[in-house]
């Protein structure tokens, strides 16, 4: 069966180091989402890409945040300068369509000291 | 705007016993609803989906969902509990429409406990 697999599975970094987390979405998908939990808190959306493109993001994905699908197969999240809030967990999501299932990756734990 | 509501952030249940996990939305166009579970050190698995077919929706484990717009609802049920159920379950909403990403909006999840 298909499946979403990111890389790596953690990551420590010091604050202010830039971190790139890797995607492999299902092949044949079209949409992918980059999400995020805070240890504790909800699952929260973080950016929608479709189409080479981001076509929704949050108040969280700032200028410090990017997102690129760089060949046929990666999409990556890059955090310019990481802060202490942004350790957490992100999820990465595909789907073949807007409103079709999404189906998410493991996750990668990020810890920012 | 939208949001989920999910009442209770830990439940126990006994073996054997019903699950009843518990979900409210609000949202200003008819929702899509979903019930994820999450499995220790895992990822997101979706348990079932309501894309304004049937109310009732079945999904996978044993597990399924009644949609009830009147009380804007979505709860997660199981006749009985098994040992295996013990994870965190999410309810999270998405609308449909020309403007939509797939963008989905989460509860905060619910631990269920079950007790041998």
């Known amino acids: 069966e298909p499946e979403v697999t990111q890389t790596p599975s953690h990551q420590v970094t010091q604050m202010g180091q830039e971190v790139i987390l890797r995607c492999v979405p299902i092949?044949?998908?079209?949409?992918f989402y980059w999400y995020r939990q805070i240890l504790g808190q909800k699952v929260e959306f973080l950016v929608s890409?479709?189409?080479?493109?981001?076509?929704?993001k949050s108040e969280i994905f700032d200028d410090q945040f990017s997102v690129e699908r760089p060949d046929g197969s990666n999409f990556t999240l890059k955090i310019r300068s990481t802060k202490l809030e942004d350790s957490a967990m992100y999820f990465c999501?595909?789907?073949?369509?807007?409103?079709?299932?999404?189906?998410f990756g493991p996750g990668t734990r990020l810890l920012v000291l | 705007a939208q949001s989920v509501t999910q009442l209770g952030s830990h439940v126990s249940v006994s073996e054997g016993a019903l699950v009843l996990l518990r979900c409210n939305y609000s949202?200003?166009?008819?929702?899509?609803l979903f019930w994820y579970v999450q499995y220790p050190n895992q990822g997101l698995q979706l348990l079932l989906k309501y894309t304004s077919a049937a109310t009732l929706v079945k999904g996978i484990n044993g597990f399924e969902a009644e949609f009830k717009k009147s009380e804007t609802s979505f709860h997660l049920t199981k006749p009985s509990a098994h040992m295996s159920d013990a994870a965190e379950y999410f309810c999270a909403v998405s609308f449909y429409g020309s403007s939509n990403t797939g963008k989905l909006i989460f509860g905060q999840g619910t631990t269920l406990q079950v007790k041998p």
């Open positions: 092949s044949n998908h079209l949409y």
């Open positions: 999501a595909s789907s073949g369509g807007g409103q079709e299932t999404q189906y």
């Open positions: 890409f479709y189409n080479n493109e981001i076509s929704e």
């Open positions: 949202s200003s166009v008819p929702p899509y």
